[in-house]
C-alpha cells in the first residue's frame, strides 16, 4: 500500500497543472513575508527612524507628505534596486544550476560577472578607458562588456543546442580569462586606482536614483514572467533530456531560451548592484534545502536572493561597522549559512 | 616479459593502448626536460646553455662576467624553475584528485578552500602586522591553508552524511565565499595590504627563496604519496559509492585519504606561488582526453601537464612583456584558458 503522507495531490486548472506541496508553498510564503518585512524594515531605518506602520502606510499611498518625500525620494531606489539585484541572482543562479546540473555553477561561470569586472577595472584604471567611461558611465560600459561575455560564452557553447557539460567549461575557461585580465590591470594600476576599483569589484547599493531604477524594474519584470512560464517545461528536464523529449517537451529550444534568460537577469543585477558575489550561487543550495526540494526551485532563490541582498545591505547599514560594501556582507553571512544546512543534514542523518 | 608468458589471453589488444600511454609519459617527461632548460636559459638577460652550465657547475674564479652568470642562474634561475616544477606537479595531482573525488568538472584545487585561506591568512597577517616581504607572510599562507584544508574536511565529514562528494563540494564552497569576503573587508580598509594582495593574487613563482621551496617540497611529496596510494581506490569510487562499498572499499577513509592528499597538495603550492586554480582544472580535463578515465594514468599524466603548463607558462610570462615579467598565473589562464576552451568546443572532454 502507497503510504498516504508521501502523496502529494495534483491541481488542475485550465491547460496548467502542477503538485499541490504544502511545505513548499507555506517556506516560500514565508520566505516573501520575510523579504516584505526586511524591505520595509530597511526603509525605515536610516538618518532617522521612520516607524513601521507609517512606512507600510506610505508604500501603499496613504502615508504624510513628509513620510512620502523621504520614502520614495531618498530611501526607495536603494531598497527597490537591493530587491531587484538579489531577485535576478537568485533565479539566475537557479537556473544555472538546473541547466547546468552542476551545483558549483552559477552566473559567474556564465561569464557576466568576470565581464563587467574586467571592464569596470579597465575603466577605472587604464588611461585609455576614462574616455569610454566619462562617455558611457561606469555601470553602463561594465554591463555591456558583462553582456557581450556572457553572449560570448553563449555561443561558445552553441553547437547544436546547449550541452550543460560544455556550457559550464567553456563559462568556467571564459571567465579565467577575464579574472586573469582583472588581476592584470590591478597589478599594473596605481594603487589608488585600485582601491577604487576594488570598491566596485564587490557591488554596493549606495547611491541609486529612481532613473536607474525603472529600465531594470521593467527588464526584470518582464524576464521574469518569461522564465515562470517556461519554468512548466524545464521540471520535466530535470529527469534528463530522454525523458523530457518522451514527455513533449523541446529541451533545447527550452534550455536555449532559458539560458538567454538567465545571462539577462545576471546582466541586470550586475547593472543595478554591481558584481554581487555568490548570492545566485548561494541561494538556490540554500532554498533547495529550506525546501526540502530535489531540484533548485526558481520563485524561492529569487525571493531568498532579494532577502540575502537587502537584509545584508541592511545589517551593513545599521550593526556592522565601517560601512561594509553590501556583497561582502552577502558571503559572510551566506557562506556559514550554507555550510551550517550541509552539517545540520549530515548529523541529522546520523541520527 | 611477464607478458609472453600470460599466453594465450588477449594481450595484444590490453597492450597497445598500454603502449602508447607510457610513450606518452615519456614523452611529458622529455617536454618537462626541455622546459628546464629553457626556463633556465630565458629570462630578462638571455643566457646560452653553456653559460647556464658554467653557472651551474663552473667555478666564477674572479670573472666579473662569470660571477655574474653564477649569481643569475644560482639564485634566480634554479630555485624558480625547480618551484614550477614542485608547484605544478602538485597542482596537476590535486585537480585530477579533486575532480575524481566531487565527480564534478569544474572542481579546482581551490574548491576546499585552501586558496582563500592561504589569501586572507597573507592578508591579515600584512594588516596585523604589517609584513612587506613574500618570504616572512609566506608562512602565513601555510597556516591559513592547513586552516581551510582542516575546517572544511572537518566541517564535510561530521555526522553519517560523511564523504559525500557534493556535501564536500559545497562545504568548500561556503568555506571559500567566507574567507574570500574576509578577504576583500581586510584589503578594503588598508591600501598596504591590498597592495600586497593584488601581487598576491596574480600568481607567480618568482623570487621565493630556498626554505620557502623545501617546505614545499615536503609537503607535496608526502601529498603525493598519499594521492598514488588513493588512485586504485579513486577508480572504485567512479563507479558509485554504493557499488564502491559493495566492492569493500572503506568509503569513509578513502575520501579522507584523498581530501588530505588535495589540501596537502594544492596548499603548499598555493602557499609557495599564490592561488593559481585554473590549472590543476585544465590539466585534469586534458590528461583524462589523452589517458582515459582509469586515475592510476590519469593522475600521473596531470602532475606532469601540471609542471610542464607551469614552467611554460613562467617562461612565456619573461618574454612577453620584457623587460618586465608577467606573472604565470595570468599567463597561463590567458592563453591556456581559450586553448582549453577550443577543446572544450571540439568536443574532447568527457564527464567524469
Known amino acids: 500500500m502507497i503510504n498516504?503522507?508521501?502523496?502529494?495531490?495534483?491541481?488542475?486548472?485550465?491547460?496548467?497543472?502542477?503538485?499541490?506541496?504544502?511545505?513548499?508553498?507555506?517556506?516560500?510564503?514565508?520566505?516573501?513575508?520575510?523579504?516584505?518585512?526586511?524591505?520595509?524594515?530597511?526603509?525605515?531605518?536610516?538618518?532617522?527612524?521612520?516607524?513601521?506602520?507609517?512606512?507600510?502606510?506610505?508604500?501603499?499611498?496613504?502615508?504624510?507628505?513628509?513620510?512620502?518625500?523621504?520614502?520614495m525620494d531618498l530611501r526607495m531606489p536603494r531598497a527597490l534596486v537591493g530587491l531587484i539585484a538579489g531577485v535576478s541572482l537568485g533565479i539566475s543562479g537557479a537556473l544555472t544550476q538546473s541547466i547546468a546540473r552542476n551545483a558549483l555553477a552559477s552566473p559567474d561561470v556564465l561569464g557576466i560577472t568576470g565581464g563587467a569586472s574586467a571592464t569596470a577595472v579597465f575603466i577605472v584604471t587604464a588611461?585609455?578607458?576614462?574616455?569610454?567611461?566619462?562617455?558611457?558611465?561606469?555601470?553602463?560600459?561594465?554591463?555591456?562588456?558583462?553582456?557581450?561575455?556572457?553572449?560570448?560564452?553563449?555561443?561558445?557553447?552553441?553547437?547544436?543546442?546547449?550541452?550543460?557539460?560544455?556550457?559550464?567549461?567553456?563559462?568556467?575557461s571564459v571567465s579565467a580569462v577575464m579574472q586573469a585580465l582583472t588581476t592584470w590591470l590591478l597589478v599594473l594600476a596605481d594603487i589608488r586606482d585600485v582601491a577604487r576599483a576594488q570598491r566596485w569589484l564587490v557591488g554596493s547599493l549606495d547611491s541609486r536614483r529612481w532613473t536607474e531604477v525603472w529600465t531594470t524594474l521593467w527588464v526584470t519584470i518582464a524576464l521574469?514572467?518569461?522564465?515562470?512560464?517556461?519554468?512548466?517545461?524545464?521540471?520535466?528536464?530535470?529527469?534528463?533530456?530522454?525523458?523530457?523529449?518522451?514527455?513533449?517537451?523541446?529541451?533545447?529550444?527550452?534550455?536555449?531560451?532559458?539560458?538567454?534568460?538567465?545571462?539577462?537577469?545576471?546582466?541586470?543585477?550586475?547593472?543595478?548592484?554591481?558584481?554581487?558575489?555568490?548570492?545566485?550561487?548561494?541561494?538556490?543550495?540554500?532554498?533547495?534545502?529550506?525546501?526540502?526540494?530535489?531540484?533548485?526551485?526558481?520563485?524561492?532563490?529569487?525571493?531568498?536572493?532579494?532577502?540575502?541582498?537587502?537584509?545584508?545591505?541592511?545589517?551593513?547599514?545599521?550593526?556592522?561597522?565601517?560601512?561594509?560594501?553590501?556583497?561582502?556582507?552577502t558571503a559572510i553571512i551566506g557562506g556559514p549559512f550554507l555550510v551550517y544546512l550541509l552539517v545540520r543534514a549530515n548529523v541529522k542523518r546520523a541520527a | 616479459m611477464v607478458v609472453e608468458q600470460r599466453g594465450l589471453e588477449p594481450a595484444p589488444a590490453q597492450e597497445r593502448p598500454h603502449r602508447r600511454r607510457r610513450l606518452g609519459l615519456v614523452g611529458l617527461l622529455v617536454l618537462l626536460a626541455v622546459a628546464s632548460v629553457l626556463s633556465l636559459v630565458v629570462g630578462a638577460r638571455s643566457l646560452t646553455p653553456a653559460e647556464v652550465w658554467q653557472g651551474l657547475f663552473g667555478d666564477p674564479g674572479g670573472d666579473q662576467r662569470l660571477t655574474e652568470i653564477t649569481l643569475i642562474v644560482q639564485t634566480l634561475r634554479v630555485p624558480r624553475t625547480v618551484l614550477a616544477?614542485?608547484?605544478?606537479?602538485?597542482?596537476?595531482?590535486?585537480?585530477?584528485?579533486?575532480?575524481?573525488?566531487?565527480?564534478?568538472?569544474?572542481?579546482?584545487?581551490?574548491?576546499?578552500?585552501?586558496?582563500?585561506?592561504?589569501s586572507f591568512a597573507v592578508v591579515l597577517s600584512v594588516y596585523l602586522f604589517g609584513l612587506q616581504n613574500p618570504v616572512q607572510y609566506m608562512w602565513f599562507a601555510f597556516l591559513g591553508a592547513a586552516a581551510a584544508g582542516v575546517?572544511?574536511?572537518?566541517?564535510?565529514?561530521?555526522?553519517?552524511?560523511?564523504?559525500?562528494?557534493?556535501?564536500?563540494a559545497l562545504a568548500g564552497q561556503g568555506v571559500t565565499v567566507f574567507l574570500a569576503a574576509m578577504t576583500t573587508a581586510v584589503a578594503l580598509g588598508d591600501k598596504q595590504t591590498l597592495d600586497v594582495l593584488r601581487f598576491w593574487n596574480a600568481g607567480s613563482v618568482q623570487g621565493v627563496g630556498w626554505d620557502v621551496i623545501v617546505v614545499a617540497a615536503i609537503f607535496v611529496a608526502v601529498g603525493l604519496v598519499l594521492a598514488l596510494v588513493n588512485l586504485p581506490v579513486l577508480n572504485l569510487f567512479n563507479l558509485g559509492d554504493d557499488v564502491a562499498r559493495g566492492l569493500g572499499v572503506n568509503i569513509a577513509a578513502g575520501r579522507t585519504v584523498g581530501v588530505v592528499a588535495v589540501t596537502l597538495l594544492a596548499g603548499a603550492a598555493t602557499a609557495a606561488c599564490g592561488p593559481i586554480a585554473f590549472l590543476g582544472l585544465m590539466v585534469a580535463h586534458i590528461a583524462r582526453w589523452l589517458t582515459g578515465p582509469d586515475y592510476?594514468?590519469?593522475?600521473?599524466?596531470?602532475?606532469?601537464?601540471?609542471?610542464?603548463?607551469?614552467?611554460?607558462?613562467?617562461?612565456?610570462?619573461?618574454?612577453?612583456?620584457?623587460?618586465?615579467?608577467?606573472?604565470?598565473?595570468?599567463v597561463i589562464a590567458l592563453i591556456g584558458a581559450p586553448f582549453f576552451a577550443v577543446l572544450v568546443w571540439l568536443g574532447k572532454f568527457r564527464q567524469a
Open chain 1, 127 to 172: 588611461g585609455g578607458g576614462t574616455a569610454i567611461g566619462g562617455a558611457m558611465g561606469l555601470p553602463a560600459a561594465a554591463l555591456t562588456g558583462g553582456l557581450l561575455t556572457g553572449l560570448l560564452v553563449y555561443f561558445m557553447t552553441w553547437k547544436k543546442g546547449i550541452d550543460g557539460f560544455r556550457l559550464i567549461l567553456i563559462g568556467v
Open chain 2, 151 to 168: 575546517v572544511v574536511f572537518g566541517l564535510s565529514s561530521l555526522g553519517r552524511g560523511a564523504g559525500n562528494p557534493l556535501t564536500l
Open chain 1, 224 to 329: 521574469v514572467v518569461v522564465v515562470m512560464v517556461i519554468a512548466f517545461q524545464l521540471q520535466p528536464m530535470h529527469f534528463g533530456d530522454d525523458v523530457a523529449a518522451g514527455l513533449g517537451v523541446r529541451y533545447s529550444a527550452v534550455r536555449a531560451v532559458l539560458l538567454l534568460c538567465a545571462v539577462l537577469l545576471a546582466g541586470v543585477a550586475v547593472s543595478a548592484a554591481g558584481p554581487v558575489p555568490f548570492v545566485a550561487l548561494v541561494a538556490p543550495q540554500i532554498t533547495m534545502r529550506l525546501l526540502r526540494s530535489p531540484v533548485p526551485p526558481l520563485l524561492a532563490s529569487g525571493l531568498f536572493g532579494a532577502l540575502l541582498l537587502i537584509g545584508s545591505d541592511l545589517l551593513a547599514r545599521s550593526v556592522l561597522p565601517n560601512d561594509l560594501p553590501v556583497g561582502v556582507v
Open chain 2, 296 to 330: 592510476r594514468w590519469l593522475v600521473p599524466y596531470a602532475g606532469l601537464l601540471g609542471a610542464a603548463v607551469l614552467l611554460l607558462g613562467d617562461i612565456a610570462g619573461r618574454l612577453v612583456v620584457r623587460p618586465a615579467e608577467l606573472q604565470a598565473g595570468i
Open chain 1, 4 to 71: 498516504a503522507p508521501e502523496m502529494h495531490r495534483g491541481v488542475r486548472v485550465g491547460g496548467w497543472s502542477w503538485v499541490w506541496r504544502p511545505w513548499v508553498v507555506l517556506v516560500t510564503v514565508v520566505l516573501a513575508a520575510l523579504t516584505f518585512l526586511i524591505f520595509c524594515v530597511s526603509i525605515s531605518i536610516g538618518d532617522f527612524t521612520i516607524e513601521l506602520p507609517a512606512v507600510v502606510r506610505t508604500l501603499f499611498g496613504q502615508g504624510e507628505r513628509v513620510d512620502e518625500f523621504v520614502i
Open chain 2, 85 to 118: 616544477l614542485v608547484a605544478g606537479l602538485a597542482l596537476g595531482v590535486a585537480g585530477a584528485l579533486i575532480q575524481g573525488h566531487t565527480r564534478n568538472p569544474i572542481a579546482d584545487t581551490g574548491l576546499l578552500g585552501v586558496n582563500s585561506g592561504a
